[in-house]
């Protein structure tokens, strides 16, 4: 709604007249018991107040975006000149609040001002609303490009992060697979052992690779936590002289976290064992962080979010 049309005329218009009303307001409250005063007033400044503002919106939003630096020049010149011809037309219609050049005392013969003169003043007028609809639109161009270059700044930082986050979960899977040959080598082991041990593979690489939540980059925590104790239990297959126990203290639903973290955090953390022996892997839940460590050992920290419906 924040980018339509009409939204966007709307709120500009009251803007705009809201600041006509600013300036003139002092006048009005002088002048209320004058009708006269009060005419004058509001034809010349709320009307030609208005006036003004559908040539300043016209040339912001819709001549200066135009493409081609000639085909802009020659349609601002062309807008503001109609606008000169508008403004005197209307002044032909209430003659005595904008052509009249001053109050003319009792007895004095009222004096109008010529065409040209009008056309002057009226062309100095719409010059400054001109000008002023290029700086906004100028301001306007440079904020939705910083907005712009803050977005892909954002999208190169996820991508960055997604290209490590594979790149750990590709390494950590080339391990698995190293590992997995030794165990297929075996034929008592090959059927039984290796089997499950393909089918867990392929379901962390499906995840990886395809999983929604992963290119969302949250998960579901409960969901986290399944496909981690699928990697648990693939990792005790293949290295079962380091059994890894899961521990979880806290309570696991409603939250949502940055997905494959918990597998490249326990990763970094077995590298760091001088010898393979059994571990316990340790999951603190509380309100808006996890944290997972080792036994004796300090780990790493991750916030929590609200899960994503």
């Not at 939204?7 to 007249?17: F, P, S």
């Not at 203290?249 to 953390?269: R, V, W």
Request: net charge positive; with cysteine; proline share 4%.
């Amino acid at each position: 709604m924040l980018n339509s049309k009409p939204y966007r005329y709307l709120v500009h218009l009251a803007i705009w007249m809201a600041l006509v009303t600013l300036y003139i307001f002092p006048q009005l409250r002088v002048n209320l018991s004058s009708p006269i005063a009060i005419k004058w007033i509001l034809v010349r400044y709320i009307g030609y107040g208005l006036i003004n503002f559908q040539l300043f919106y016209l040339l912001a939003f819709v001549v200066l975006p135009l493409h081609g630096k000639k085909k802009v020049i020659t349609t601002v010149i062309g807008t503001i000149l109609v606008f000169c011809l508008i403004k005197y037309a209307i002044g032909l219609i209430f003659p005595d609040q904008v052509l009249q050049r001053g109050i003319a005392l009792i007895g004095f013969k009222k004096t109008y001002f010529s065409f040209f003169a009008y056309e002057r003043m009226a062309l100095q007028t719409s010059l400054l609303v001109a000008f002023a609809a290029y700086a906004y639109y100028v301001f306007i161009n440079w904020r939705t490009s910083d907005k712009d270059s803050r977005l892909l700044e954002k999208e190169v930082a996820d991508v960055s992060r997604q290209y490590e986050r594979m790149h750990l979960s590709s390494q950590l899977l080339l391990r698995k697979l190293k590992a997995l040959e030794d165990v297929l080598k075996v034929e008592e082991k090959r059927d039984k052992e290796g089997v499950e041990c393909i089918l867990q593979l392929s379901e962390l690489l499906r995840y990886m690779l395809y999983d929604k939540s992963v290119q969302r980059e949250k998960a579901s925590l409960q969901k986290e936590l399944h496909f981690y104790d699928v990697y648990l239990q693939l990792h005790n297959r293949l290295f079962p002289q380091q059994m890894i126990t899961l521990q979880i203290n806290g309570a696991t639903a409603g939250f949502s976290i940055e997905p494959l973290l918990l597998q490249s955090a326990t990763e970094q953390l077995l590298q760091q064992q001088s010898a393979p022996a059994p571990i316990t892997v340790v999951l603190n839940i509380q309100r808006d962080e996890l944290s997972l460590s080792l036994k004796k050992h300090k780990g790493f920290k991750t916030p929590l979010y609200p899960e994503i419906a």
